[in-house]
C-alpha cells in the first residue's frame, strides 16, 4: 500500500484523509468530481461508526478497506 513506513506507526484519521484525497480520488484523476468523491470516501472509510478509542490499527484497517474498493 502507499503509505510509509514511518507514517504507519502514527497513522491517524487524517493521514487517511489525506492518503484518500492524494492516492485514491486525486484531483488530477477525477477532475471536478474529486472533491465531491473524496467527500463521499471520507464520509464513508474516515467518519463512519468510528469506535471511541479508535487509533493507528482502526484507521489502517479503513485505508486496506478504501485501497480495496478502489482496485476491485
Known sequence: M??????????SANDLIEYIKEKIAPEEEFGSAA???????????VERDV?????????????VDVRSAHSG
Open 2 to 11: 502507499d503509505i510509509s513506513s514511518s507514517k504507519v506507526s502514527t497513522f
Open 35 to 45: 472533491k465531491q468523491f473524496q467527500r463521499q470516501l471520507i464520509e464513508f472509510f
Open 51 to 63: 469506535p471511541s478509542n479508535a487509533g493507528r490499527e482502526f484507521y489502517l484497517s479503513r485505508a
